[in-house]
């Protein structure tokens, strides 16, 4: 398991199906990434998916591992 403080860059992406949000957290090694998705009963609409605001809860996932 990736350790919290080596990752750098966390990018949130709105799945396909516009019900899931993956996430992709980024070390300074580019061969190491780790993903994870957040799954929901119903569907998030592209142009109302906040990037920015689900950056941060990426954050604060990865950072409740530390």
């Known amino acids: 398991m990736m350790a919290a403080h080596a990752v750098e860059q966390i ?4 799945a396909e199906d516009g019900k899931s949000v993956v996430f992709y957290a ?5 061969e190491d990434c780790l993903v994870w998705s957040v799954n929901f009963p119903v569907v998030i609409e592209e142009d109302a998916f906040l990037v920015e605001e689900w950056r941060d809860a ?3 996932m990865i950072m409740q591992q530390a």
Not at 11 to 14: M, N, R, V
Not at 26 to 30: N, Q, R, S, V, Y
């Open 11 to 14: 990018d949130p992406e709105l």
């Open 26 to 30: 980024w070390t300074a090694d580019p």
């Open 58 to 60: 990426g954050w604060q």
